[in-house]
């Protein structure tokens, strides 16, 4: 009876710390880092480095490190590096600095690798090719783009090619000169798409991965804004099928929907307001994400709306129906993200000084607050990289 007893209480301890391990495993798979760039033209400092709790959407502080207006950040694809943009034009016109940055995922602190020019003035775009070894920056106040190398270790080389856009659009103030507004490169890395707002163009680049080379797509060089009045192409989505592309145009509020096939645009099908119906005010429309499941696609307007549009996606083509909008609780969203198990989005409101916190309904792609903030100057971008 005494060893039954012994027996079966080392069961019960083998059981139960077999629960904690997975316990324990679970509970780390839920958190992940958020990494945020912003404005240092307010209280902020620089890039802020959060442990977010995919449980119950809870942040705590975990780093910072100060750089002037890292207002776009790029992860590299193993997580091991951080490229910011500093957006200015420093030095009488010499332009702004892409800065490259290690990341220690066991206690989520930054150090400091080195900068480059960014080739340009503002830079407000940065982003990483899948080998991570060229990062792709868009300069808006000059309209050009450049490629700059990865060394081995993580720091950047200098700049090693620089596309200057030319032309105009129909919008006299925003649309006199090229504005480069970001830099997507395609899921199989053959094909680099610029939008460039100044010119009312996405332009389509062809990407060698082993040399950083671009030169323009042989068929189909670039997509044109067909918006009477100047639509200003800023940011685009993919889905995850690889088969749409979604063009979010700023000064139109819309977002374009296009067939997408083998890193080619194909024909638009689609265009749709990211407005509440009856809101004639300006947009300013500013990001937009495809949930991680592809079911729906969300956009912000940083005007006096202040909303997340929603859409629903009809996977047969692609084409969206409006779900619903969400205010955004706060004062101009620029960027926002979905957190890596899609059950949040976390919005950037730039202007009110705060991250806010909506749980997703996957059903129906709607948002609910959680009453969660993250207190912090002029949040502009977010990003994820995870603590395992």
């Given at each position: 009876?005494?060893a039954?007893?012994?027996?079966?209480?080392?069961?019960?301890?083998?059981l139960?710390?077999?629960?904690?391990?997975?316990?324990c495993i679970?509970?780390?798979a839920?958190?992940n880092?958020?990494?945020?760039?912003t404005?240092?033209?307010?209280?902020?400092e620089?890039?802020?480095?959060?442990?977010?709790?995919?449980?119950?959407?809870?942040?705590?502080?975990?780093?910072?490190?100060?750089?002037?207006?890292?207002?776009?950040?790029a992860?590299?694809?193993?997580?091991?590096y951080?490229?910011?943009?500093?957006?200015?034009?420093?030095d009488?016109?010499?332009?702004?600095?892409?800065?490259?940055f290690?990341?220690?995922?066991?206690i989520?602190?930054?150090?400091?690798?080195?900068?480059q020019?960014s080739?340009g003035d503002?830079p407000?775009?940065?982003?990483v090719?899948?080998?991570?070894r060229?990062?792709?920056?868009g300069?808006?106040t000059?309209?050009?783009?450049s490629?700059?190398?990865?060394?081995?270790?993580?720091?950047?080389?200098?700049v090693?090619?620089?596309?200057?856009?030319e032309g105009s659009?129909?919008?006299?103030?925003?649309q006199?000169?090229?504005?480069?507004?970001?830099?997507f490169f395609?899921?199989?890395?053959?094909?680099?798409?610029?939008?460039d707002?100044?010119i009312?163009?996405?332009?389509?680049y062809?990407?060698d991965?082993?040399?950083?080379?671009?030169?323009?797509?042989?068929?189909?060089?670039f997509?044109a804004?067909?918006?009477?009045?100047?639509a200003?192409?800023?940011h685009?989505?993919?889905?995850p099928?690889?088969?749409y592309?979604?063009?979010?145009?700023?000064?139109?509020?819309?977002?374009?929907?296009f067939?997408?096939?083998?890193?080619?645009?194909?024909?638009?099908?689609?265009?749709?307001s990211?407005?509440p119906?009856?809101?004639?005010?300006?947009?300013?429309?500013?990001?937009?994400?495809?949930?991680?499941?592809?079911?729906?696609?969300y956009?912000?307007?940083?005007?006096?709306?202040?909303?997340?549009?929603?859409?629903?996606?009809?996977?047969?083509?692609?084409?969206?129906a409006?779900a619903?909008h969400?205010?955004?609780?706060g004062?101009?969203?620029?960027?926002?993200?979905?957190?890596p198990?899609?059950n949040?989005?976390?919005?950037?409101?730039?202007?009110s000084?705060a991250?806010?916190?909506?749980?997703?309904?996957?059903q129906?792609?709607?948002?609910?607050?959680?009453?969660?903030?993250?207190?912090?100057g002029?949040?502009?971008c977010l990003?994820?990289i995870?603590?395992?």
């Amino acid at each position: 009876m005494q060893a039954y007893s012994i027996l079966a209480s080392m069961k019960y301890k083998i059981l139960l710390a077999a629960f904690f391990v997975v316990f324990c495993i679970a509970a780390t798979a839920q958190q992940n880092y958020l990494i945020t760039g912003t404005y240092t033209t307010g209280k902020s400092e620089g890039i802020y480095v959060y442990q977010f709790n995919s449980y119950d959407g809870s942040v705590k502080a975990v780093s910072s490190v100060k750089i002037s207006n890292p207002s776009f950040v790029a992860v590299s694809a193993d997580e091991k590096y951080i490229y910011s943009v500093e957006e200015n034009a420093a030095d009488k016109g010499k332009g702004g600095y892409i800065t490259a940055f290690s990341f220690d995922r066991k206690i989520g602190t930054l150090s400091f690798l080195n900068r480059q020019p960014s080739g340009g003035d503002h830079p407000c775009y940065v982003s990483v090719d899948k080998t991570g070894r060229w990062v792709a920056a868009g300069n808006y106040t000059s309209g050009n783009l450049s490629i700059l190398p990865v060394q081995a270790d993580g720091s950047l080389g200098a700049v090693t090619t620089i596309i200057k856009h030319e032309g105009s659009g129909p919008h006299k103030v925003r649309q006199a000169s090229p504005h480069v507004h970001g830099t997507f490169f395609s899921q199989d890395n053959s094909t680099l798409f610029v939008p460039d707002l100044g010119i009312d163009k996405v332009m389509i680049y062809a990407f060698d991965e082993t040399t950083g080379k671009i030169k323009p797509a042989k068929i189909n060089p670039f997509i044109a804004s067909k918006k009477a009045g100047g639509a200003g192409p800023r940011h685009m989505a993919f889905h995850p099928s690889d088969k749409y592309v979604y063009i979010l145009e700023e000064l139109g509020g819309a977002v374009a929907v296009f067939k997408y096939k083998n890193g080619k645009i194909k024909r638009n099908t689609q265009s749709v307001s990211t407005m509440p119906i009856g809101d004639t005010s300006f947009a300013g429309s500013a990001d937009i994400h495809v949930s991680p499941d592809g079911k729906f696609l969300y956009a912000s307007n940083r005007g006096e709306s202040n909303t997340i549009a929603i859409f629903s996606i009809n996977q047969r083509n692609g084409k969206l129906a409006l779900a619903g909008h969400q205010s955004t609780l706060g004062k101009t969203p620029r960027n926002f993200n979905f957190d890596p198990t899609g059950n949040f989005l976390l919005v950037a409101n730039q202007n009110s000084d705060a991250i806010v916190i909506f749980k997703v309904d996957k059903q129906t792609g709607l948002l609910t607050d959680t009453g969660n903030r993250v207190d912090v100057g002029k949040p502009v971008c977010l990003k994820w990289i995870s603590m395992q």
